[in-house]
Structure formats: C-alpha cells, structure tokens
T-cell receptor, first 114, second 112 residues
Framework: KAGVTQTPRYLIKTRGQQVTLSCSPI?????VSWYQQTPGQGLQFLFE???????NKGNFPGRFSGRQFSNSRSEMNVSTLELGDSALYLC?????????????FGQGTRLTVV | SQQGEEDPQALSIQEGENATMNCSYK?????LQWYRQNSGRGLVHLIL?????REKHSGRLRVTLDTSKKSSSLLITASRAADTASYFC????????????FGTGTRLLVSP
C-alpha cells in the first residue's frame, strides 16, 4: 500500500507569489490534515479535511487555504507569500479522522521563500 | 502556540542505554501520541495512549500517562544508533477530530 505522497518535495518561491502544495493520502483514507513546521514555532496545525469538508482550522491567516477533492487528495494554497512562510509543510492522512486513530505523515514539502 | 513542552530538549546517550523523554501539556485530552522524525523528514507514529490508560508498551517503547499531572513519558529501552531522531508528543483534545497539538520535541542522539 502506497504511503502519503506530497508533491513537490522542494520549492523555492519569491515573496508575493502564491504556491499550491499537493497531498495524496493513503488509499481509502478520507481525512487529510496539514501542518507547518518551522524552527521557531515548531509543528502547528493548519487545517483538516474530511470528505471534502474542512472540519477544523488552525490559527493561520486567510492567506492559507486548502481543499479536498472527491478522491480525498488535498491541496493547500498560500497566497502573497512572506519570508516567514518558509517551512516544512506536512500532510497527514487517517482512515476516518477520528481522534483515536493513527495519522500517517508524508515526507513533506520544503518551501523556501526568498 | 504549542500545547506541550518536552524535556529534555536534547539527549545524548550510548547504544544500549535507556532514553527517557517527558512531555507536559495544558488542557484535557482525548489521547496522547508519540511521533519520531528523522532529520526534517516526515513523522512516524510510534504509539497512542488514551486518556483512560496509564501505561502502554510497544516493542522497546514504554509510554506512561498521568492525566492528573498532565504529563507523559516515553522510554526507549536498549537504544540503538538507528533511534537517533527527534521525538514529539502530540495531544488530541476532547473535542476530537484529527487535530494534533505537538510539543516542542526532544532531539535524541544515540552514539555507537
């Protein structure tokens, strides 16, 4: 069974641009969550999608958005990039997104904003 | 901001020794999970302990949970060089859903 796949693995963007990151969950998993990891703030929850609906959102500005498609694949978009958006973005999938279930993480997308 | 604090921030031991990491959190939880991360890569789930459990084992891992003190510990016995990684605790609140609130992490270095 293939794991969680995130593309691209590395990305360099310029301030002010926008970026779209993609996450393909494990087959059959319907919940996809996104996290941002930075040296200063650590791992922070961005949002969670289940069956194409956003169920939960972290404390991030509206420049950060996401969506989930009918095949459970998810994308997150960051508009008007800032230097502080440089981070490792991690996606996690779980079968039903219930609290007592294991989350499987992808390898992440390393975004550098210059 | 993060939910939990982990202690120590960094730990250096020799192969064969035990490694203990502690995690404290702030609010009521549904469960607490431990993850491992190798050098800025993805997170690997290690173990999940529910709020009504006090101790759980998985191979060389032993996790304890004290909800009255809002703390947990992860013990890795007979450490190996391959255990070198960062370890994070993460809590899921009582409201549920898949929202992990991570601690600050402990960097473990196991020397041969």
């Amino acid at each position: 069974k293939a794991g969680v796949t995130q593309t691209p693995r590395y990305l360099i963007k310029t301030r002010g641009q926008q970026v779209t990151l993609s996450c393909s969950p494990i087959s059959g998993h319907r919940s996809v969550s996104w996290y941002q990891q930075t040296p200063g703030q650590g791992l922070q929850f961005l949002f969670e999608y289940f069956s194409e609906t956003q169920r939960n959102k972290g404390n991030f500005p509206g420049r950060f958005s996401g969506r989930q498609f009918s095949n459970s694949r998810s994308e997150m978009n960051v508009s008007t990039l800032e230097l502080g958006d440089s981070a490792l973005y991690l996606c996690a999938s779980s079968l039903r997104g219930q609290p007592n279930t294991e989350a499987f993480f992808g390898q992440g997308t390393r975004l550098t904003v210059v | 901001s993060q939910q939990g604090e982990e202690d120590p921030q960094a730990l250096s031991i020799q192969e064969g020794e035990n490694a203990t990491m502690n995690c404290s959190y702030k609010t009521s939880i549904n469960n607490l999970q431990w993850y491992r991360q190798n050098s800025g890569r993805g997170l690997v789930h290690l173990i999940l302990i529910r709020s009504n459990e006090r101790e759980k084992h998985s191979g060389r891992l032993r996790v304890t949970l004290d909800t009255s003190k809002k703390s947990s510990s992860l013990l890795i016995t007979a450490s190996r060089a391959a255990d070198t990684a960062s370890y994070f605790c993460a809590t899921v609140g009582e409201t549920g859903f898949q929202k992990l609130v991570f601690g600050t992490g402990t960097r473990l270095l196991v020397s041969p």
